[in-house]
């Protein structure tokens, strides 16, 4: 497996939508993430994992409840924002080899808050 894409969208420090072209160049398979703290480098490496596995992204199993408690605190506040943002979305592709052929999925985890304070959750599989 591949990774070519993520996009992160009012998550964790990201505001607004953040497209990381991840496709590894030919002779250049490592790809590097750098920054000062709180700039986003633990948020990608989480989105790939919430964005594959939901709520089972950790090695705390999470219920319902705290992982909507934790979605909730991941959606991005910015300071002296007059409006909440009330949805986040992370998307993942990567490209998948077989022996007869190249495969490209993309996954996206979209979230909303309801009027109530939950949080529903929609999963995209292409």
Known sequence: MILTRLAIANFGPFREKTDF???PISGKPILLFGGLNGAGKTTIFDSVKICLY???????TFSEVEYSD????RIHKSVGQVESIKEATILLEFEQTTLYAKDTYKITRHWNVEKNGSI???LTVI
């Open 21 to 23: 072209n991840l496709a």
């Open 70 to 73: 934790y979605i909730r605190s």
């Open 54 to 60: 939901g709520k089972n992204f950790s090695k705390t």
């Open 120 to 122: 529903s959750e929609e």
